[in-house]
C-alpha cells in the first residue's frame, strides 16, 4: 500500500511514524480508504471512472504518499511516474505521483491540488515505481527517503525564489519601515538576489515570510518563482531559422546590417545552432536575436546541455581468445535464460581467477544483441574503473557509470542517459540498482557476499536482494558471481531456488596461490613497538624475495591512518572521540586524531589529557604505519596506499590503480578495498598483516567476514604466468575460518559456521531485525528500548526478542544507543514484532531505527 495521507492547508508538522510493516499505513483521516495496490509492470490501475486524486511521494520524512486534487486540465498528464509541483506547509515542493485514484481518503473539498506536472511523459519504468513502494513496505522505511535515494536530487528541488526590485521600489523607498527599507536597499543594489541568499545574509524566515508578501502586494518588489530542474538537467538557448521565404525575410530584416548577417549566416549554417555560437559567429549581441526573434524570422527554444561524463576507466587486458569448457557452459545457460519471460536466479561460483567477470560481460553482450539492456552491481566505487574499462571495450558510448563519487550533475546526466534509452549496459554500486532502465534484460551482482550491498542509512535496503525481486518482478534472470557466496545464497541454493553455475578452475591453467599461516605469537617483537608484531619473519622473506625478482604486492591492513589507538603508558587513558564511545586514530599524513565514525578531529596532544604523561605509545598498525616499515626495510620500493583517505576522489583512485596496473609501484598497501575484484597479473605475494580484526569484531558474522576476506585477498596472488603466495598472520591459526582459508576450503568452512549459526538461532536459519534507539540522553535511549520490549510481552508467537542492551558502539555521533534483536523462523512474526513497535508514539528527543535483514548488529 502507498499509505492514505491528504495534503490539506491544516496538515500538521508532525511527522507521523509508519505503523506497520508489509501492512495498512497509519490513517490519519477518520473516512480514509486503503490505496490501490499497484499492478505488475506494464498495466495501469484500472477504475472505474477517470481518477482526479493524485497520491504523490514527496522527498520528506513523511513516511506516506500525500493526496493532492488533479485540476482537469491535467488530468491527462499526471500519471504514475511522472513529478509535479505541489504545495506542502506553504512551500512549493517536487513530488513523484506514484498512483491515481478516485478517493483522497479526507474530505476532498480540502484537498490542496496539484500545480503543475513537470514531465510530458513518466520519469520512471514501472518497476521502479514498484520498488519504490516494494521498499518503503519491506524495510519499514519513510517511502519519501527511498524517492531520494531512487531519483537524483536535482530533479526533487525547487530552486529558491529570486527576489527583484518592483516598479515601484524607488518611490516606496524613502517612506518604508526600517526593516522594509533595508531589505529594499539590498535589492535595489544586488538588482536580482535569491531568498536563499538573503537568509544566508541574515535574514530570518519569519521577517522575510512577512516582508517580502506584503512589498509584493505593493509593487515595491517582485517575487519570482523558479521552475524545477528538468530531467536533461541544465539547459542553453539554441535558435533555428522559421519557415519564411528568402524575400519575406529580406523585407523583414530591412536595412538592419547586424541582422542581415545573422540571418545569411543561419541560412549558410542550414541547422539549429546555439544562440552563443551564432553571437560568437557573427560578432554580434542578444538584442539582435530578440530582434529576429520579434519579427518572426528565428525561432528561440531550449536545449539540454551536453555533458561529457568521465567514467574513468582502467586500461583492460586482453579479451580471451578461448573459453574454459566451464565458462563455455556457464554462457550458454544464461544465455538460453535471457528474453524468455521467466525469472531465474544463478550463482556463479567460481574461484578466483576463474573467469566469472567474463561469462557475465558475454551474456551482458547477448542481452544487448537481443535489444535489451544490462545491470552490473559491483559492492564497492573502487571496483568500478576496471569494470568500466571491459565495458568500454564491448559496448563503446553506450555504457554509463553510476556512483556517489560522481558529482551531482555528472549523476544526472548518466542518470538522464539511461531514462532516454542512450546506453545498454549500467554499472556501479548499490546505487546504480535505481537506473531507469526500460528495457532491462538481466542484472548481475558480483562479489553477492559484500556487506556493501546493505545501506546502512534510511533506507536500509539490501542491493543484492532487491536485485532478485526486480528479476522476480520483471521475468529476467539475475546472476549472482562470488567466490565465496554468503551463507544466505547458499541455503537458497540447498533450496532449489537459485541454480548453481560452477567454474572451479582459474583460466589459462592457472593454479590457485599457496597459502602460508603464520602464528603471531612466536614472532619476535617490532623494535620499539612494545611486544606489537606486525611482519613476521615469513613475511619479510618472501617480500624480499617477490621484489628482488621484479614482482609486486599486496598487503591488506584492515585499518588505515597511522595506529587506532594512542595510549597513555603511565595510567592506560585511551584517547577517545568526543562524540563516540571509540578511541581516535592516529593519522600521521594529517598530524591529527580522528574519529571515522562522526569525523571528529584534533592535533595529537603531546601529554596524556588525563594523567599529563608525556608517555604515549601509537598502538597497533594502520596501512601508514604498514607502509612505512615496507619503506624503511626497501628503500627503493615504490609503495602506494590505496584505502578512503587516499581514495575520496574518482581520480586519486584512478591514479592509484594506474600506477599499479603499470609496474610503477611495487606494494600497495590497503585496507579492503585491495581485497577483491582486482586484476594484477605481476602480482605474485599477497600479504594479510593480522587476521584477527574481523574475528574480533562483536558481530555474529565475524567468522564468514574473516573467510571471505582471506580467500578474496588471497586471489590477488598469482593471477598471471608466475605462482602465487599468500602469507597470513593471525594469533588463532586453529580458528575454523583461517584453516577453512588455508585449504581453500568453501563447503569445510560452511560446515562448520552453520553448526554455530544453528546453535545460536542466526541467519540463515532464521530471519533477523534489529531495533535500535539513539538519544543525546542514555536514559531516555533505555527507557524508549525498554518500552518497545514492553510491548512484545508476550511476543507474538515464533518470534524471539533479545534485549534491550547497549549497543556494541554505545554512543555515536553525540547519541546513546540501545537496541533489541528479533529473530523468528518466519516473515510474518517480525512483521507483527515491528508493527507493534512501531505503533509505539517516541518522545521527539529519540530516533527509532528499524533494520530488516540487517547485515551487521554493531
Not at 533505555?782 to 558502539?809: C, E, N, T
Request: net charge positive.
Amino acid at each position: 500500500m502507498w499509505g492514505c495521507r491528504c495534503a490539506r492547508e491544516d496538515l500538521s508538522a508532525q511527522v507521523i511514524l509508519l505503523a506497520a510493516w508489509g501492512g495498512t499505513a497509519l490513517q490519519t483521516c477518520e473516512n480514509a480508504t486503503p490505496a490501490l495496490d499497484l499492478l505488475p509492470a506494464g498495466h495501469p490501475p484500472s477504475v472505474s471512472s477517470r481518477p482526479v486524486f493524485a497520491r504523490t511521494v514527496l522527498p520528506t520524512a513523511l513516511p506516506e504518499a500525500l493526496s493532492y486534487r488533479i485540476p482537469e486540465n491535467l488530468a491527462d498528464l499526471a500519471v504514475p511516474g511522472v513529478r509535479v509541483k505541489v504545495r506542502l506547509r506553504g512551500q512549493s515542493r517536487v513530488g513523484v505521483v506514484v498512483e491515481v485514484v478516485e478517493d483522497p481518503g479526507c474530505p476532498a473539498d480540502r484537498v490542496l491540488p496539484v500545480e503543475e506536472v513537470l514531465d510530458p511523459e513518466p520519469l520512471l519504468p514501472p518497476h521502479v515505481l514498484e520498488m519504490i513502494r516494494f521498499v518503503a513496505d519491506y524495510y519499514a522505511a519513510p517511502v519519501g527517503s527511498v524517492v531520494r535515494t531512487a531519483i537524483p536530487g536535482a530533479l526533487l528541488r525547487v530552486p529558491p525564489p529570486i527576489v527583484q526590485a518592483g516598479v515601484r521600489t524607488s518611490e516606496l523607498l524613502a517612506g518604508a519601515e526600517p526593516a522594509a527599507r533595508r531589505l529594499l536597499e539590498r535589492v535595489l543594489e544586488a538588482r536580482r538576489i535569491s531568498v536563499a541568499r538573503l537568509r544566508a545574509e541574515g535574514w530570518s524566515k519569519r521577517e522575510l515570510d512577512e516582508l517580502l508578501p506584503a512589498l509584493a502586494e505593493k509593487h515595491a518588489l517582485k517575487v519570482v518563482e523558479r521552475g524545477a530542474t528538468g530531467p536533461g538537467g541544465s539547459t542553453v538557448s539554441a535558435v533555428v531559422l522559421c519557415d519564411v521565404a528568402p524575400g519575406e525575410r529580406a523585407r523583414l530584416v530591412g536595412a538592419a546590417p547586424a541582422q542581415a548577417r545573422a540571418a545569411a549566416w543561419l541560412v549558410e549554417t542550414g541547422r539549429p545552432v546555439l544562440e552563443g555560437e551564432l553571437l560568437a559567429a557573427c560578432q554580434c549581441s542578444s538584442s539582435v536575436v530578440d530582434a529576429l526573434v520579434h519579427k518572426g524570422i528565428v525561432r528561440r527554444f531550449q536545449q539540454a546541455r551536453q555533458r561529457k561524463v568521465r567514467r574513468w576507466e582502467l586500461t583492460p587486458g586482453p579479451v580471451p581468445e578461448t573459453l574454459t569448457t566451464h565458462q563455455q557452459q556457464a554462457v550458454e545457460t544464461l544465455s538460453m535464460a535471457l528474453g524468455g519471460g521467466e525469472f531465474k536466479a544463478f550463482l556463479l561460483q567460481g574461484v578466483t581467477g576463474s573467469g566469472k567477470t567474463e561469462v557475465y560481460l558475454r551474456v551482458a553482450g547477448a542481452a544487448v544483441q537481443q535489444g535489451m539492456q544490462a545491470l552490473i552491481l559491483v559492492p564497492e566505487i573502487a571496483l568500478t574503473p576496471a569494470l568500466a574499462g571491459q565495458l568500454s571495450r564491448t559496448f563503446g558510448e553506450r555504457v554509463a557509470v553510476l556512483h556517489s563519487s560522481m558529482s551531482e550533475s555528472e549523476r544526472l546526466a548518466a542518470w538522464e542517459r539511461a531514462r532516454r534509452g542512450q546506453v545498454d549496459v549500467i554499472a556501479g554500486p548499490r546505487s546504480a540498482l535505481w537506473a531507469p532502465l526500460a528495457r532491462l534484460g538481466v542484472v548481475v551482482v558480483d562479489e553477492e557476499q559484500d556487506t556493501s550491498y546493505k545501506q546502512e542509512e534510511e533506507p536500509r535496503y539490501h542491493a543484492r536482494d532487491l536485485a532478485l525481486t526486480i528479476g522476480q518482478r520483471l521475468g529476467i534472470p539475475v546472476v549472482l558471481a562470488s567466490a565465496t557466496p554468503s551463507l544466505e545464497v547458499l541455503a537458497l541454493a540447498a533450496q532449489g531456488r537459485v541454480a548453481v553455475l560452477d567454474l572451479p578452475e582459474r583460466v589459462a591453467g592457472g593454479r590457485l596461490p599457496v597459502v602460508e599461516v603464520v602464528d603471531l605469537k612466536g614472532e619476535p617483537p617490532e623494535p620499539g613497538e612494545h611486544g606489537q608484531r606486525f611482519l613476521s619473519r615469513r613475511l619479510r622473506e618472501a617480500l624480499a624475495e617477490t621484489l628482488a625478482r621484479g614482482e609486486q604486492t599486496i598487503l591488506l591492513v584492515n585499518r588505515r591512518g597511522w595506529a587506532p589507538v594512542l595510549l597513555c603508558r603511565d595510567c592506560g587513558h585511551q584517547v577517545a572521540c568526543r562524540d563516540c564511545s571509540i578511541p581516535l586514530t592516529v593519522h600521521r599524513r594529517r598530524a591529527a586524531l580522528v574519529c571515522h565514525y562522526c569525523g571528529f578531529h584534533r592535533d595529537i596532544p603531546q601529554a596524556c589529557p588525563r594523567c599529563g604523561g608525556e608517555v604515549l605509545d601509537h598502538v597497533g598498525a594502520g596501512t601508514e604505519k604498514i607502509a612505512s616499515l615496507v619503506r624503511q626495510l626497501h628503500p627503493g620500493a615504490v609503495i602506494d596506499i590505496l584505502d578512503r583517505d587516499t581514495a575520496r576522489s574518482p581520480a586519486q583512485l584512478l591514479a592509484t590503480l594506474e600506477r599499479f596496473a603499470a609496474g610503477e609501484s611495487t606494494v600497495l598497501v590497503g585496507t579492503q578495498m585491495v581485497s577483491k575484484g582486482h586484476h594484477f597479473p605481476a602480482v605474485t605475494l599477497t600479504g594479510v598483516v593480522n587476521a584477527d580484526n574481523l574475528l574480533g569484531f562483536p558481530d555474529f558474522r565475524g567468522a564468514e567476514r574473516t573467510f571471505q576476506m582471506l580467500t578474496q585477498v588471497a586471489g590477488r596472488a598469482g593471477r598471471g604466468e608466475r605462482p602465487g603466495l599468500v602469507v597470513i598472520q593471525t594469533y588463532h591459526p586453529e580458528h575454523h575460518a583461517v584453516r577453512a582459508a588455508l585449504a581453500h576450503d568453501l563447503y569445510g568452512f560452511v560446515e562448520e559456521e552453520l553448526r554455530f549459526r544453528k546453535a545460536f538461532r542466526y541467519p540463515p536459519i532464521t530471519r533477523l531485525a534489529l531495533v535500535r534507539y539513539e538519544a543525546a540522553s542514555e536514559s531516555a535511549a533505555v527507557a524508549a528500548a525498554q518500552a518497545a520490549a514492553h510491548s512484545l510481552d508476550p511476543a507474538p508467537a515464533g518470534l524471539r526478542v533479545i534485549g534491550p542492551a547497549p549497543a556494541p558502539l554505545e554512543r555515536l555521533r553525540g547519541r546513546w544507543r540501545v537496541q533489541l534483536l528479533m529473530m523468528a523462523p518466519t516473515r510474518p512474526p517480525l512483521r507483527a514484532g515491528i508493527a507493534a513497535i512501531a505503533a509505539l508514539t517516541l518522545p521527539r528527543s529519540v530516533r527509532r531505527i528499524i533494520d530488516v535483514d540487517p547485515q551487521s548488529t554493531v
